[in-house]
Nanobody
Framework: VQLQASGGGLVQAGGSLRLSCAAS????????IAWFRQAPGQEREFVVC????????YSADSAKGRFTISRDNAKNTVYLQMNSPKPEDTALYYC????????????????WGQGTLVTVSS
């Protein structure tokens, strides 16, 4: 499967932004999809994942209550809805896929999209 992340940009703190992760080559519903992010000078970190079953999710504490992951099977796309973003959410956001259930460990994911940059202004 190939993944294409998009939707990043500049957003004001407290606003909203939706990132997309479009899959090609395979049906996205066969995969667990996760979003990771990497801020400047920091290591990549887990944000949220959606299990291949389409309804089990797991979020990092930093994302709980603000970020929502969802899937549109018809569009073969997974979304990350970012509500009330904060300046500390500024990072390159990556989507990743694996055939097993959710994991917070980046090494557990076999397929990666390129990053999409999110910048949150205060």
């Amino acid at each position: 499967v190939q993944l294409q992340a998009s939707g990043g940009g500049l957003v004001q703190a407290g606003g909203s932004l939706r990132l997309s992760c479009a899959a090609s080559g395979r049906t996205i519903s066969s995969y667990t999809i996760a979003w990771f992010r990497q801020a400047p000078g920091q290591e990549r970190e887990f944000v949220v994942c959606l299990d291949w079953n389409g309804y089990t999710t797991y979020s990092a504490d930093s994302a709980k209550g603000r970020f929502t992951i969802s899937r549109d099977n018809a569009k073969n796309t997974v979304y990350l809805q970012m509500n009330s973003p904060k300046p500390e959410d500024t990072a390159l956001y990556y989507c990743a896929a694996r055939l097993r259930g959710c994991s917070t460990m980046e090494n557990d994911y076999d397929y990666w999209g390129q990053g999409t940059l999110v910048t949150v202004s205060s």
